[in-house]
């Protein structure tokens, strides 16, 4: 089947490309901006990315196109497609009925740790045998894809909350055939697709009544929203947090610059003693999540406690980009304030000598909205330094947009030094001049941030050259 995919540039679609390719279908698309690195991820794959959006590109040997959320009405292909009654679909339709229907579907869903979840269960599921398939959205560390199509029963994904397409407004999990429903915990986000909180509850009560009788529902104890969830469900509920109520429970949790050391209990008793090399409260919880999918589908829990001391991190997830002149600079892709809040704290914990510099640019559709700027102003406590980023969504109303102002002066008011700076090459020059060694910087944001990790540890190595050239020392803190 020749499949055509509309925005074929994006994570998701080049990854469902990819797919579609190991599957053996022939597949090609198009994008407005074809550029590296997605380009030459789909080059490699033999896909041909056709350079912007164009009526001619919609040729009659095409079986089926795939229609991006990205794109709408308007658009010279998408207009094609309807004129002439092609066969379309919107990306999760495409997963499900490609690769779904025979699969046991584990759908990993939740406002915050869905990716590390969802590449925690997928690495112990594999290592412990059971040949899983996958799609996330991130780069799984032991895996270093962001798929996996495996032999065995099961199938990971990520229930991305967001819309399906243009013509489906609705999550896009709801087209995952759970199997198997992880809901982590709930708040509100994604402010341009839900207009409240409400809305995602009623979405996440669909994905819950999707779930077979012979299902499983995991719900996160330490989010009452989540818990809510369990009211009514068609199925066995577990759950899983550091809340005495867990049916698996963290205990004695300890916290090293390389990882933490916690007991698990089921159901108040000891069973296990685990090592991962991940920090902070969310992953202890991340971490439950997977064990409490890996006892669902019949793994011992012995040779998953084995697995998880090998876990390999996602990419962006508290991601170590380099150290440089004594200062190690992290990526980050904490965008939402409660996870900007458990990334420093977890990080804090590892390391409560160390001084922290929070580099935070709002980029997401909620983070660049007022929304949460009373959140936000609370979320950096534990940072000693802050620099807020230019808001990305500039052309948002001044009544709707995030003030970097007022929140730099609401964050002084909590203990950290705070400042704002609109341009990148200010953020580094700053920090250059004044980090000094065993810093640590951690960058946030869930866009490319203008290059500034890079740029960051190439000024760092820079001015450390540059010192040791004219015989002084870099800063020591």
Same mark, same amino acid.
């Given at each position: 089947?020749?499949?055509?995919l509309?925005g074929?540039?994006g994570?998701?679609?080049?990854?469902?490309a990819?797919?579609?390719?190991?599957?053996?279908?022939?597949?090609?698309g198009?994008?407005?901006h074809?550029?590296?690195?997605?380009s030459?991820?789909?080059?490699?794959?033999?896909?041909?990315c056709l350079?912007?959006?164009?009526?001619?590109?919609?040729t009659?040997?095409?079986?089926?196109v795939v229609?991006?959320?990205?794109?709408s009405?308007? =658009?010279?292909?998408?207009e094609?497609? *309807?004129?002439?009654?092609?066969?379309?679909r919107?990306?999760?339709?495409?997963?499900?009925?490609?690769?779904?229907?025979d699969r046991?579907?584990?759908?990993i869903?939740?406002?915050?740790g869905?990716?590390?979840?969802a590449?925690?269960?997928?690495w112990?599921?594999a290592?412990?045998?059971?040949?899983p398939?996958?799609?996330?959205?991130?780069?799984?560390?032991?895996f270093?894809?962001?798929?996996? *199509?495996?032999?065995?029963?099961?199938?990971?994904?990520?229930?991305?909350e967001?819309?399906s397409?243009?013509f489906?407004k609705?999550?896009?999990?709801?087209?995952?055939?759970p199997?198997?429903?992880?809901?982590? =915990?709930?708040?509100?986000?994604?402010?341009?697709?839900?207009?409240?909180?409400?809305?995602?509850?009623?979405?996440?009560?669909?994905?819950v009544?999707?779930?077979?009788?012979?299902?499983q529902?995991?719900?996160?104890?330490?989010s009452?929203?989540?818990?809510?969830?369990?009211?009514?469900?068609?199925?066995?509920?577990?759950?899983?947090?550091?809340?005495?109520?867990?049916?698996?429970?963290?205990?004695?949790?300890?916290?090293?610059?390389?990882?933490?050391?916690?007991?698990?209990e089921?159901?108040?008793?000891?069973v296990?003693?685990?090592?991962?090399?991940?920090?902070?409260?969310? =992953?202890v919880? =991340?971490?439950?999540?997977?064990?409490?999918?890996?006892?669902a589908?019949?793994?011992?829990?012995?040779?998953?406690?084995?697995?998880l001391?090998?876990?390999k991190?996602?990419?962006?997830?508290?991601?170590?980009?380099?150290?440089?002149?004594?200062?190690?600079?992290?990526?980050?892709?904490?965008?939402?304030?409660?996870?900007?809040?458990?990334?420093?704290?977890g990080?804090?914990?590892?390391?409560p000598?160390?001084r922290?510099?929070?580099?935070?640019?709002?980029r997401?559709?909620?983070?660049?909205?007022?929304?949460?700027q009373?959140?936000?102003?609370?979320?950096?406590?534990?940072?000693?330094?802050?620099?807020i980023g230019?808001?990305?969504?500039?052309?948002l109303?001044?009544?709707?947009?995030?003030?970097?102002?007022?929140?730099?002066?609401? %964050?002084?008011?909590?203990?950290?030094?705070?400042?704002?700076?609109?341009?990148?090459?200010?953020?580094?020059?700053?920090?250059?001049a004044?980090?000094g060694?065993?810093?640590?910087? %951690?960058?946030?944001?869930?866009?490319?941030?203008?290059?500034?990790?890079?740029?960051l540890?190439?000024?760092?190595?820079?001015?450390?050259?540059?010192?040791?050239?004219?015989?002084g020392?870099?800063n020591?803190?």
């Amino acid at each position: 089947m020749k499949v055509y995919l509309i925005g074929v540039c994006g994570t998701a679609m080049a990854t469902l490309a990819a797919m579609l390719v190991e599957r053996g279908h022939a597949v090609h698309g198009s994008d407005a901006h074809v550029y590296p690195p997605m380009s030459d991820f789909l080059v490699a794959r033999g896909i041909v990315c056709l350079d912007g959006f164009d009526e001619a590109h919609i040729t009659p040997d095409i079986d089926l196109v795939v229609i991006g959320n990205a794109v709408s009405r308007g =658009n010279p292909e998408v207009e094609a497609v *309807l004129d002439r009654k092609l066969r379309y679909r919107s990306l999760p339709e495409m997963v499900r009925e490609t690769f779904l229907w025979d699969r046991v579907s584990i759908v990993i869903a939740g406002t915050h740790g869905k990716t590390t979840t969802a590449s925690l269960a997928s690495w112990v599921l594999a290592d412990g045998g059971r040949d899983p398939s996958f799609l996330i959205g991130g780069l799984a560390g032991n895996f270093e894809s962001s798929y996996r *199509l495996g032999g065995g029963p099961e199938f990971v994904i990520e229930g991305d909350e967001y819309d399906s397409a243009f013509f489906d407004k609705t999550a896009k999990f709801l087209k995952y055939l759970p199997d198997i429903a992880v809901v982590g =915990n709930l708040e509100f986000d994604h402010a341009d697709i839900y207009a409240d909180f409400e809305a995602i509850r009623t979405a996440v009560r669909r994905l819950v009544s999707l779930l077979p009788r012979g299902g499983q529902l995991v719900l996160g104890a330490d989010s009452p929203a989540a818990m809510e969830m369990a009211v009514g469900a068609p199925c066995p509920v577990t759950t899983f947090g550091l809340a005495a109520t867990a049916n698996w429970r963290a205990t004695q949790i300890e916290t090293r610059p390389d990882g933490m050391t916690f007991g698990v209990e089921h159901h108040g008793d000891r069973v296990s003693t685990v090592q991962v090399p991940l920090v902070g409260a969310f =992953n202890v919880r =991340n971490v439950l999540g997977a064990i409490a999918v890996a006892h669902a589908v019949g793994l011992d829990l012995q040779v998953v406690t084995a697995t998880l001391a090998r876990f390999k991190g996602v990419k962006r997830r508290l991601e170590v980009r380099g150290r440089a002149r004594g200062v190690t600079v992290y990526d980050d892709f904490a965008h939402h304030p409660t996870a900007v809040k458990e990334t420093l704290a977890g990080v804090r914990a590892a390391f409560p000598s160390r001084r922290i510099w929070a580099l935070f640019e709002p980029r997401s559709a909620t983070a660049c909205r007022r929304v949460f700027q009373a959140e936000f102003a609370a979320a950096f406590d534990q940072a000693d330094e802050v620099i807020i980023g230019q808001v990305y969504r500039s052309s948002l109303p001044d009544d709707e947009r995030l003030s970097e102002s007022e929140l730099v002066d609401a %964050i002084r008011r909590t203990g950290p030094r705070a400042r704002h700076l609109a341009d990148v090459e200010d953020i580094v020059r700053a920090v250059v001049a004044d980090a000094g060694e065993g810093d640590l910087v %951690i960058v946030m944001s869930n866009g490319a941030f203008g290059g500034i990790h890079g740029r960051l540890l190439d000024a760092l190595s820079a001015a450390e050259a540059e010192a040791d050239a004219s015989g002084g020392k870099p800063n020591d803190r």
